[in-house]
């Protein structure tokens, strides 16, 4: 299993980016994808995932609903994350994996297969 991050990089307080997360190696179509931030060396953060069920359902860490989207190109094999409204509290490396692991505002949301695979990461910085 591969995860293959780009996207990244540096922008202003109020703009967007978009992170890609390309996603190879799986035995079944449209796994459960995380998307995690990590800063400075602090455990990284699970702030979304989109779920495996056919709808491809989201969840959003309460920091980042309502900013964030996060996306499927199933023909593709990517996966998105729409980051708008950045603020500088949003400055992190960003890692996309093959679990979700999120704390939300209804309770914690986690789905997993066993093993862990993680992209390498990209560096967002929301800096003027």
């Known amino acids: 299993v591969h995860l293959v991050q780009s996207g990244g990089g540096l922008v202003e307080p109020g703009g967007s980016l978009r992170l890609s997360c390309t996603v190879s190696?799986?035995?079944?179509?449209?796994?459960?994808i995380g998307w995690f931030r990590q800063v400075g060396r602090s455990e990284p953060e699970g702030i979304g995932c989109?779920?495996?069920?056919?709808?491809?359902?989201?969840y959003y860490h309460a920091s980042v609903k309502g900013r964030f989207t996060i996306s499927r190109d199933s023909a593709k094999n990517t996966v998105y994350l729409q980051m708008d409204s950045l603020n500088p509290e949003d400055t992190a490396v960003y890692y996309c994996?093959?679990?979700?692991?999120?704390?939300?505002?209804?309770?914690?949301?986690?789905?997993?297969?066993?093993?862990?695979?993680w992209g390498r990461g990209t560096l967002v910085t929301v800096s003027s």
């Open positions: 994996a093959s679990r979700c692991a999120l704390h939300m505002e209804s309770g914690y949301f986690d789905r997993y297969y066993g093993s862990d695979y």
């Open positions: 989109i779920d495996d069920d056919r709808d491809g359902s989201t």
């Open positions: 190696g799986f035995t079944f179509d449209d796994p459960a």
